[in-house]
């Protein structure tokens, strides 16, 4: 009996050492599973640790490079939008840049600053940490945008230029030039054909096709004899009004100011008014048919009134030409009675002309 408890007890604690191994390993396996599931979960960044990785297309030593404390970004250079010949405009910032004493780091720190659009999100689509030289960006730049120039101007846009209707021939060929100028390569013979056929109709192009002009040099000399002829009638048309208003308009107010003829007057003993209105009535003299040319009839005032032009804007008494007429017929003797006092004195006065000229 001793002995069948003792296997009994033996049993049993081979079993729970069985099951007690059995829960280990178990517990293990849990352990195991969980530390594998937490390492394969993103684990958070640490706030204060700072990341190596270069953010942008450029290398960690180019963005901690530093500039000089003096420079200055130029701001001549009109940014790139994707449109234009890549290769000019690089040419056109190395040179702006080298006067300002740029490296080729400094290059490339500044180069974002003259990208606008598409281009602009080119550079920001490049690699990150990819660029570490200038070099290698321009030549990147360049192959990405070099169809770009295609589409700006080639020889073919230069037949889309035509003399507009009122425009003048030099405003045309300069139009013109500042388009053929920005073609690589351009031909000379696709040049003048061009330039030829976009002349508008009219007699400087009827004598182009006389001429027939070989070279664009030939060309010009023509076009600039046609220029000086359009100048020449631009500066008479625009003379013309100058020469309105200094000599035809103030023609009217000038005869208001008639010269008198007459150095002296004889002073009559009644107005002019009423010796013109007699001498009308008497019909010894007549008035003038062309009236109305003594005064801008349009602007004149009517509160005064001339009885010899029979017109408003003067008065009688104030007419050069009416006093004139008086003159001439006192000294002619037909206003004796309009004289008084002074008809002895002009008497004497021609008598002693007289005696004058018999003596002689």
Known sequence: MAAQIAELNHVRIENNDTRHQEDNEHHSELTHVSETLRAEEPQPEEENEESDEPVGPFTTEVMNFELPKRFTLPLTLTPYDGLGVPKKFLKKLRSIMIINGASDTVLCHCFPNYLDGPALDWLCALPAGSISRFQQLAKLFEEHFAGSAIYLNDSDYLNTIKQGQNESL???????MKIAISIPGLHPEVHLHAIKNGLRPGKFQETIAVAKPKTFAEFREKAKGQIDIEELRQARKSDKPIYRDKYKAPSSKQS??????????MQFNTRQEDIIKEILNSKLIKPPRKAGTYQDTKNADKSKYCAFHQKHGHTTDDCVVAKDLLERLAQQGHLDKYIGGHIQKRTTISTNSDLTEQQH
């Open 256 to 265: 208001f100011k008639l010269t008198p003829r007459f150095d002296s007057y």
């Open 170 to 176: 030099k405003d045309y060929m300069t139009h013109f």
